[in-house]
């Protein structure tokens, strides 16, 4: 079974977010819930290049749970993306409509498949 080595499981809710996210930076997050065999359950893998906090929030009563980690830049937060959607299904299982796009003027590939978005 895959790992995302993100920190969580959490609620998903701003109390929660403001507690485990206190800095200002780029991420990774999972959004998803705890089934029954308190196993966090996978359903869509984003990230933000600049405030994953801010980011978060914007997700809040569409999910029940996240996961988190922020970096030091917004390509190792692209790149940890890209694994965890490969990881875990791409968008045949995941709610993810489309492979991660990396940002705007950027030429980064996917570390996986090599893609252009």
């Known amino acids: 079974m895959p790992n995302t080595n993100l920190n969580g499981p959490y609620p998903l809710n701003a109390d929660k977010i403001d507690e485990i996210i206190t800095i200002t930076a780029s991420g990774t997050y999972v959004l998803g819930y ?6 966090f359950v996978v359903k869509y893998v984003g990230r933000s290049d600049d405030d994953l906090n801010d980011r978060l929030h914007d997700w809040i009563e569409e999910y029940e749970s996240f996961k988190a980690k922020t970096f030091n830049t917004s390509k190792e937060a692209f790149e940890k993306e890209c694994r965890i959607y490969h990881d875990f299904g791409q968008s045949s299982k995941l709610d ?12 980064w590939e996917c570390p996986i498949c090599d893609i252009f978005d």
């Open 34 to 39: 705890v089934n029954s065999n308190n196993v």
């Open 96 to 107: 993810n409509d489309i492979h991660p796009a990396r940002p705007k003027d950027y030429d």
